[in-house]
């Protein structure tokens, strides 16, 4: 057993802390001396809310960001190649001054918050930040305006309720709400209504930020920069959680896409803010290592 699988495996270890569409955690990774592997894992894709994937790639996405930073922050450069089978493979290059320990650490502190948020807004310089923490991924992120957000709302509210009418669609999310096959989990809370700022009512000073890029289909790459986002606001003491329900059906998506504007690619909404009460919310479970963790040699990993 070499050190560099030991790092390979504590990498996917904490990668299993990444966020994912319904907690269904959809990855596997592969170990081997000098490389692990991410595939996704046919067994939890969403064949109803999610038949193209595109959620599950962004959740193996984030699932990948997280794995650098840990390797990162541990004292090792990485090589990452994407591709489709595997979806990407990281090669440790060699060791380097440690970096991203401030994102690492962050890792299993953070979690989706969808309790109502407070009339404080997170200011424009943490905004900024959050911001430019997925720019290095190729991607940029709309912040909505104000006087857009009752159309966020009316799009959200709609598309939910366009959801519910698909066939299988409420028996899928309910089966992963309930934990899945083998893990259990909390029940992830229907979305949050959204507010407009006259309403007196909570999510008053909740901020919308639309993750968006300018190729359509890299939505693996969108989870690096979710997970960039999320864990930078984690570090800032943000709250957020992801919001995929305009995504998940083209007409939802397309309007995102006249609210952006240009030629942008909307891949995910994000509710950030500062929930009223100080205390974190809840965390969701987790499968064990053993079950999200393979290796490309005989003999026990260091899981
Ligand atoms: C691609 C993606 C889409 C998501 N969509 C939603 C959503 O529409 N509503 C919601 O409440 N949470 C959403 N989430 C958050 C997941 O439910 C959450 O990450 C998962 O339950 C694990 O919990 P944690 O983030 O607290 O670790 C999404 C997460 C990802 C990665």
Known sequence: MTSRTAVLAHAARLARHAPSILNTQP????????????RPDNARLLAQVDPEHHLALLSCGAALHHA????????????VDRGTDPLARITLAGTAA???????????HRHTDRRPFGAQPPSGEIIADLRRAVLPHGFD???????????????TARAASDAAHR??????????????????????VPMRALHGPATGDGD??????????GADR??????????????????????????????????????????????????????????????PPPAAS???????????FTGALPL
Do not use: K, N
């Open 167 to 188: 066939p299988g669609h409420t028996a899928e999310v309910a089966h992963w709400a309930s934990g899945g096959s083998s893990a259990g989990g909390i029940r992830p």
């Open 98 to 108: 440690p970096e991203f320990t401030d994102l690492a650490a962050a890792i299993t």
């Open 27 to 38: 990855w596997q990774w592969r170990i081997g001396r000098h490389t692990a592997e991410l």
């Open 286 to 296: 987790r499968r064990p290592a053993a079950e999200t963790t393979s290796s490309m």
């Open 68 to 79: 650098v930073v840990a390797i990162r922050a541990r004292g090792w450069d990485v090589a």
């Open 218 to 279: 890299e939505w693996l790459r969108a989870g690096e920069a979710l997970s960039a986002l999320l864990l930078t606001a984690t570090v800032r003491g943000v709250s957020c959680s992801p919001m995929s329900e305009l995504v998940e059906a083209p007409w939802p998506r397309g309007l995102l896409a006249t609210l952006i504007g240009g030629a942008a690619h909307p891949y995910l909404v994000i509710r950030i803010g500062y929930p009223v009460h100080d205390e």
């Open 141 to 155: 992120t709309h912040l909505v305006r104000r006087d857009e957000v009752p159309l966020l709302a009316a799009a």
């Open 204 to 213: 008053i000073g909740a901020r919308y930020l639309i993750l968006h890029g």
